[in-house]
């Protein structure tokens, strides 16, 4: 399980990466990485973390929908 927040980590920094070269997917990208930080800290009970992460979802599909507006 330790494996699964190392891949959320490097989708993260790779959703952060997108981001700054502008791919509005980017947000999508961060959703994942976030939702398996999110699943991760659950399996280890660290539920700020958690908590921490699906805010951060939230945030990720407001900036999706924000970038996608015309």
Known sequence: MNILGWIGAIIVLLGYYLNAKKFAWSWL??????ALVAI??????A??????????????IYGYVQWNKK
């Open 29 to 34: 990208i961060w959703f994942l990485g976030n």
């Open 47 to 60: 539920y700020s973390t958690m908590s921490m992460s699906i805010i951060i979802m939230g945030m990720n």
């Open 40 to 45: 991760y800290s659950f399996s280890i009970s």
